[in-house]
């Protein structure tokens, strides 16, 4: 066990030193991988704090989208790209989160953000633990299936309790803006999308990193060939539930993140249509890669808002201009499915190695 | 003035992605003849009886023609129309039908129930086991039955020629020798002709009338089996005995 | 015990339903591997234009016509468009192609009629404990699945259809014309999905109003295992009856996490369906 450690470390210290000799492209490869993922995520934080400034707060308020679907896609990515299980319920999770973020701020309203958002990621954890685990054996379609009905049944829990949970028309609540003390420097719809942002980032530093190193090793295994990784002693089962557990966490935090923003949580949000257009994101974006998560995310907010301005645009009824957008979206989704089956990140891959003359 | 051969492949080539897998390979086949085509593995057998039955595409400039009609380009299941049936390497018997359903589907090109029924009657006639196993499913047969049931699905079709690809795999020799006793009684009976793809070279060429070797897609050597057996070179280099 | 029957008699109305979509669906995976997300986008729009006919003729018989040629037609365009050029890809292209199609048609489905609900007719009278309507829906089914078996079993056709899905390659040897056999296909789950629309729009029509239904007849299809035809079916009766006493004793809003229940318990001990033959795989 210890010499195929050092097995391990000694390619990565030669690595790092022939990466050092290459300038600062070198110097940054050289740095241990949690350390980069924190400065990249630093950068991310800084370029969105300069976008919501020179920015209104409509804008501000679709960046904050962008954000939390991200980490929704992001928590996808995990589960369908790294370890491939189908999954159709990520809906279900951000409905948890949502839900337990409206329900702490309605009934323990002294408590912090961040122990809400906390409380968020440990409710879809739990929940993922005990999905992940009924369907660890299921494969592809039956899978599919199952987590299915989960994105639908369980939004409608909401309706059975109308009493703790709203109903239909959901709980309501406020949060409070920007602080007091930066009420002047920044808005609060500005101040909302950094939140988001900030918690997003911190999120996906986590799944970076995470996907970086043993268990991302193992997921893909588990997602190339199921029976030769068991073969191969890696703990298929556990894998699987980790993955299921990490997935539902960010989900259920992407959730929180929109009840924040939001200040709601309604059953209506969290349709079919939702799980759905999360899991074409990703495959839109790019499957296996967290960037694909990112090409994702931004389709989702903006391929619709520009179905609607074509539909306003064009100066059409209602009718029309209220589905425009998801027509929109599902002709896109397949016209990129059939010209570029890897996705935005796929596409944007081979471009890269084709500049650099590989 | 003499008839057409029955097969006549003409500078065929083919590639996976970027793999040549065939190299301008030229091949007659004359009625009634039994023809075999050995190699080491990897050396294009099996890419060329599937080049030639319309499973692989072949590369611009070949060409294939059977009793004169060029038919390079046409797919797999326009073939059995020209008289080409084409039994896969293990078989292809399709497990979840039954023997029955596996030996209809050969002949349901043809129209006609009676004509159809009267020649899978034929077939059970030369192969007693799978009368028994009528209505089991294929996949319950043992491998030597599975390989009787591929032929006799092939020949319901009532080909002029048949591409048999290692039909002794994984078989006792007790049955290959079944088997090309079969094929060599078919030949006289009804002018089958036969392309016999085999791994066990010294087996074919003591069946066969003449053969092709091949090695990394292209041919090294052709002749009678007489010829092909008598050349001790040769037969070290390509065919490992 | 009178609720506990009527619970049953509605249970197994519905149930025709979900083995109707859950046939479908089936049909199509088994020829091309694919699960048809757009098959309920399919059958709404088959219905809408049965809607359509039977406002501008006043017959619902000729608009349900209508809906299973349509059914048909679109099931046929669908895979010859937009399923072959995918095929050999990943499963997910062809799944996702399938959910852009969903969200397009339902879309659709919007712009041209609304969003709102129309009054949709029952084929017959929906009055009564097993009312003729439930009748004629669990008669429709049972005939065409009885229909779908003497195809598969005795006809050239089907056999064709039976060993193109099997094992593409050795029927193309055969001389079967595998692309048109997987057409073929389509067009007859399309048309299957079409009915289980029709049975399922009333009383309102709506570009949502097939979604439950969607969820249960997959839930049927996998549950049956998705290899065997009659197996949905058999998923499909079963899951009505199951839900309706659900629905009955503990409440209709959790009838969707009740199918999860049943379809997690039932596949936790056979994970490839009730009526799959398991095929343990050669390592």
């Not at chain 1, 950094?194 to 893909?220: E, N």
């Not at chain 3, 017959?124 to 009885?146: E, H, K, Q, Y």
Request: glycine letters at 12%; aromatic letters at 6%; proline letters at 5%.
């Amino acid at each position: 066990m210890a010499s195929s450690l050092r097995r391990k470390q000694a390619p990565a210290a030669a690595t790092a030193r022939a990466s050092a000799r290459r300038g600062p492209a070198g110097l940054w490869n050289s740095l241990p991988v949690l350390p980069r993922h924190l400065l990249a995520a630093l950068a991310a934080l800084a370029l969105v704090a300069v976008l919501t400034s020179v920015t209104d707060g409509l804008t501000a308020l679709r960046v904050a989208n962008v954000g939390y679907y991200l980490l929704a896609v992001a928590g996808l990515q995990l589960l369908v790209g790294f370890s491939g299980q189908i999954s159709l319920g990520n809906g279900a999770f951000m409905f948890i989160g949502a839900y337990t973020t409206a329900l702490m701020v309605l009934y323990t309203p002294m408590a912090p953000l961040a122990v809400v958002m906390l409380a968020a990621v440990a409710a879809g954890c739990l929940a993922g633990m005990l999905v992940g685990a009924a369907t660890a054996r299921l494969h592809g379609p039956y899978l599919a299936g199952a987590t299915l009905a989960l994105a639908v049944g369980l939004p409608a829990v909401a309706l059975r309790f109308p009493d703790l949970l709203g109903g239909s028309n959901g709980l309501f609540f406020s949060l409070r803006g920007a602080p007091p003390a930066l009420s002047g420097l920044v808005s609060d719809s500005q101040w909302k999308a950094l939140v988001v942002w900030f918690v997003v980032l911190l999120a996906l530093v986590v799944l970076a990193t995470t996907s970086r190193g043993r268990l991302g090793r193992r997921m893909r295994a588990i997602r190339d060939d199921e029976a030769a990784a068991a073969t191969a002693g890696i703990p298929v089962g556990r894998t699987k539930v980790v993955a299921f557990v990490i997935s539902a966490g960010c989900g259920s935090l992407a959730g929180a993140c929109q009840a924040y923003l939001l200040g709601t949580a309604t059953p209506s949000s969290f349709t079919l249509a939702l799980s759905l257009s999360l899991l074409a994101a990703l495959v839109l974006g790019g499957l296996g890669s967290l960037w694909g998560a990112l090409w994702g995310a931004l389709a989702l907010v903006y391929l619709e808002l520009a179905g609607e301005e074509l539909a306003h645009a064009m100066g059409l009824g209602s009718n029309v201009a209220n589905n425009a957008p998801v027509v929109f979206f599902g002709v896109i989704l397949i016209v990129i499915v059939m010209a570029w089956p890897l996705g935005v990140q796929g596409a944007l891959s081979r471009l890269g190695r084709s500049l650099r003359g590989r | 003035m003499t008839e057409p051969p029955i097969l006549r492949i003409e500078n065929l080539s083919t590639r996976y992605g970027a793999v040549r897998a065939l190299r301008s390979v030229n091949m007659t086949v004359r009625r009634g003849e039994i023809c075999a085509v050995l190699g080491a593995n990897g050396a294009g057998k099996t890419t060329l009886l599937r080049t030639v039955s319309g499973l692989q595409p072949p590369d611009p400039g070949s060409r294939v023609l059977v009793d004169g009609t060029d038919v390079t380009r046409l797919p797999a299941e326009a073939m059995v129309r020209h008289g080409v049936a084409h039994v896969p390497e293990g078989g292809g018997v399709i497990a979840e039908l039954t023997v029955e359903e596996n030996m209809r589907l050969g002949g349901l090109w043809r129209a006609g129930r009676r004509e159809r029924g009267a020649k899978a009657a034929e077939m059970f006639e030369l192969f007693p086991p799978l009368a028994e196993r009528r209505t089991r499913h294929a996949g319950t047969l043992s491998g030597g039955e599975r390989q009787m049931l591929a032929i006799g699905r092939a020949l319901m079709a009532r080909p002029r020629v048949l591409l048999l690809d290692e039909p002794s795999l994984g078989l006792a020799p007790l049955i290959t020798r079944r088997i090309m006793r079969l094929l060599q009684d078919l030949r006289a009976g009804t002018g089958l002709t036969v392309v016999l793809v085999e791994q066990n070279a010294a087996g074919a060429l003591s069946v066969t009338d003449h053969g092709l070797v091949l090695s990394q897609g292209a041919v090294v050597a052709s002749g009678s089996s007489g010829e092909l057996l008598a050349d001790d070179r040769m037969r070290h280099a390509y065919l490992g005995f | 015990m009178n609720h506990f029957i009527d619970l049953t008699l509605n249970g197994i109305a519905n149930g025709a339903i979900y083995a109707a979509l859950g046939l479908s669906l089936v049909i199509i995976y088994q020829a091309t591997r694919v699960v048809n997300f757009a098959q309920p986008a399919l059958a709404l729009i088959a219905v809408y234009l049965a809607y359509a006919v039977y406002l501008a003729t006043g017959s619902y018989w000729t608009g349900f016509a209508v809906a299973l040629a349509s059914g048909t037609l679109m099931g046929v365009l669908a895979e010859r468009l937009l399923i072959r050029p995918v095929h050999g890809r990943s499963p997910l292209s062809a799944i996702i192609v399938t959910l852009g199609l969903l969200l397009a048609l339902q879309g659709a489905a919007g712009m041209v009629w609304g969003n709102g609900d129309y009054s949709f007719p029952y084929p017959m009278d929906f009055r009564g404990r097993f009312s003729p309507a439930g009748a004629f829906g669990l008669g429709a089914v049972a005939v065409v699945t009885l229909l779908l078996f003497a195809l598969y079993r005795f006809t050239p056709l089907g056999l064709r259809m039976r060993a193109a899905a099997l094992h593409p390659e050795s029927a193309r040897l055969s001389g079967v014309r595998v692309g048109l056999m997987l057409t073929a296909g389509w067009g007859i789950a399309s048309a299957i999905g079409a009915l289980a629309g029709m049975l399922a729009a009333p009383p309102f029509l709506s570009p949502n109003a097939l979604d439950a239904v969607f969820v249960y007849g997959i839930a049927a299809a996998v549950l049956g295992g998705l290899e065997s035809p009659f197996g949905a079916v058999a998923g499909g009766l079963l899951l009505g009856v199951g839900l309706s006493y659900v629905s009955g004793y503990a409440g209709p809003e959790l009838t969707t996490l009740a199918a999860l229940a049943i379809l997690v318990v039932v596949l936790s001990v056979r994970p490839d369906g009730l009526f799959t033959r398991p095929v343990a795989r050669k390592v």
